[in-house]
């Protein structure tokens, strides 16, 4: 897996990209989507063992290609079942990929960015500043890592790892569409959630380009709270932001928009405005996911009580609002929502590593 900066990463292309890249290189694009099956459906990275690609083909992609993986260098279970796994760029660059099992579903939440611009006053990743935007290969890494580690696809993915999905738009479309591909991981659109907190303009471009399932991290249901926890609300305020995500939620499947709000005890989460949220999505098809707040060190908020999480939640309900407290998982790796920095013990590298090359030599195909 070296750095080979005038080369291709293989893992960088979408089913378009590898079908124009056979025929740049003589062989036909039916030849481009098997080479991607290889890769995504059947994690196989070993040029050798594509057989049913012409020898002419298999060469040219090895003088003028590579396929970079991104590494898992540590994993880190949960009591409850979550695992985190850091996965090491070719720039050594760091970033965190959670699996949540949950009875039959599995799913991965996966990082869009290193670091986050975005500076939520109460998420962890924003303390560690912007770095960089994952690239497409780095994104759907992740997926091709998880898969061989479950030794399945993932039935559900969430981008609501490290980053502001919205904010590196091509890639992240590009991998989500590798993501629901049946020659890829054939998981289906509603299954995958884009969480944003809210940039207007690439939410009103994504659902012609990628028709996913829709989270908004609201978290206060005024444009004065909201401007302080979550700044990209002074950009594109409410009043921009509500009508955006019906106009992503209409049409003929019947969806809902999933609000994301994060309980912070003596901030957001009284009565007042349990009130004024429900006439915030007065007429938008919505589902409320309340998430107790994940302390980190050096954070000035608090968990709010149970009482008062329920008593939110049941004045939500009563106003005939779907509304669920979410389950903190992972909690004790600092896998939890909003804790993704990187800060991990070294388990077993070397078996990890082994477990690697296995699955590079196709030893997980399916
Ligand atoms: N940037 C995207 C993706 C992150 S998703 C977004 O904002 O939607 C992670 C979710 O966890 C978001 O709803 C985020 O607001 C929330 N979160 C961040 N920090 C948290 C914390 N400390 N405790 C609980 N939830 C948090």
């Known amino acids: 897996?070296?750095?080979?900066?005038?080369?291709?990463?293989?893992?960088?292309?979408?089913?378009?990209?590898?079908?124009?890249?056979?025929v740049e290189f003589g062989a036909k694009p039916f030849h481009g989507r098997n080479l991607l099956k290889w890769i995504h459906k059947h994690g196989v990275i070993d040029l050798e063992q594509m057989t049913d690609l012409p020898k002419s083909f298999r060469e040219a992609l090895a003088e003028k290609t590579y396929i970079a993986v991104p590494e898992i260098v540590f994993e880190q279970p949960s009591l409850d079942g979550t695992t985190k796994w850091v996965l090491e760029l070719e720039d050594g660059q760091r970033i965190e990929t959670v699996h949540i099992p949950e009875g039959d579903r599995s799913t991965i939440c996966v990082s869009s960015q290193v670091g986050c611009a975005l500076d939520c006053s109460f998420c962890s990743t924003a303390q560690q500043g912007f770095n960089r935007n994952l690239t497409t290969g780095e994104i759907i890494g992740q997926i091709w890592q998880a898969t061989r580690e479950l030794g399945r696809s993932p039935t559900n993915v969430v981008m609501m790892g490290m980053g502001e999905p919205l904010a590196n738009f091509g890639p992240v479309t590009a991998a989500m569409?590798?993501?629901?591909?049946?020659?890829?991981?054939?998981?289906?659109?509603?299954?995958?959630?884009?969480?944003?907190?809210?940039?207007?303009?690439?939410?009103?471009?994504?659902?012609?380009?990628?028709?996913?399932?829709?989270?908004?991290?609201?978290?206060?249901?005024?444009?004065?709270?909201?401007?302080?926890?979550?700044?990209?609300?002074?950009?594109?305020?409410?009043?921009?932001?509500?009508?955006?995500?019906?106009?992503?939620?209409?049409?003929?499947?019947?969806?809902?928009?999933?609000?994301?709000?994060?309980?912070?005890?003596?901030?957001?989460?009284?009565?007042?405005?349990?009130?004024?949220?429900?006439?915030?999505?007065?007429?938008?098809?919505?589902?409320?996911?309340?998430?107790?707040?994940?302390?980190?060190?050096?954070?000035?908020?608090?968990?709010?009580?149970?009482?008062?999480?329920?008593?939110?939640?049941?004045?939500?309900?009563?106003?005939?609002?779907?509304?669920?407290?979410?389950?903190?998982?992972?909690?004790?790796?600092?896998?939890?929502?909003?804790?993704?920095?990187?800060?991990?013990r070294d388990k077993s590298r070397r078996q990890l590593r082994r477990d690697q090359s296995v699955a590079a030599q196709g030893g997980n195909a399916q």
């Open 1 to 22: 897996m070296s750095l080979a900066s005038d080369k291709m990463n293989l893992l960088d292309l979408d089913k378009s990209g590898f079908e124009n890249l056979a």
């Open 177 to 344: 569409k590798l993501m629901t591909d049946d020659l890829a991981y054939m998981i289906a659109k509603a299954r995958v959630t884009i969480s944003t907190s809210g940039i207007v303009p690439a939410l009103r471009r994504l659902k012609d380009e990628c028709d996913v399932s829709l989270a908004v991290s609201l978290h206060a249901p005024t444009n004065e709270l909201r401007d302080e926890l979550v700044p990209i609300n002074q950009k594109y305020p409410l009043e921009e932001l509500i009508p955006a995500c019906k106009e992503f939620v209409s049409g003929e499947r019947k969806r809902k928009v999933t609000w994301e709000y994060v309980m912070l005890d003596g901030v957001n989460d009284s009565i007042a405005h349990a009130k004024a949220l429900i006439r915030l999505l007065e007429g938008v098809p919505s589902k409320i996911n309340l998430i107790p707040f994940n302390p980190f060190p050096g954070t000035r908020y608090t968990t709010s009580p149970r009482d008062k999480v329920d008593a939110f939640r049941d004045r939500l309900v009563r106003a005939g609002i779907v509304t669920i407290t979410r389950k903190t998982r992972g909690d004790d790796i600092d896998a939890a929502c909003g804790q993704l920095v990187g800060k991990v």
